[in-house]
């Protein structure tokens, strides 16, 4: 486990981002792949938090990747079309927690949200030194 930093040291919040990432993998018998992909969308939104806050950026604290990377590429941030892919792990953020409210996940789109998140993860980690 890394040491703990400030809340306000953004390499705090990738620390936050790598355990939810860890979580997200860490498929075990019994549990639902919608639950690895929430994990998945916490990874990837809290991988672009901190590239916000080493940016100045004021952001609203929302679960929508989108919004942050909006956020951030209006305040001059270069994003990779490959991060622009956050977007479809969303839903993740609120439907797949809840029975009935979103489709079951498939192992194939398990997989897409963790490459996903991993990217999100590898990009912020190059962005914060």
């Known amino acids: 486990m890394p040491p ?8 705090e919040w990738l620390n936050r981002a790598a355990s939810s990432l860890a979580h997200a993998r860490s498929s075990v018998e019994g549990v639902y792949l919608e639950d690895l992909c929430f994990d ?12 916000l806050v080493f940016r100045r950026v004021r952001f609203p604290y929302v679960h929508d990747v989108e919004v ?5 590429s209006e305040a001059g941030e270069d994003i990779p079309e490959s991060i622009w892919q956050a977007r479809k792990l969303n839903p993740y953020a609120v439907e797949a927690r809840y029975p009935s409210i979103g489709r079951q996940v498939t192992p194939a789109q398990y997989a897409d949200a963790l490459r996903i998140a991993e990217a999100v993860l590898r990009w912020a980690e190059h962005l914060i030194p």
Do not use: F, M, N, Y
């Open 68 to 72: 942050l990377l909006t956020a951030l």
């Open 4 to 11: 703990r930093r400030d809340p306000a040291d953004p390499r």
């Open 40 to 51: 998945a969308q916490q990874a990837a939104e809290k991988a672009i938090k901190p590239v």
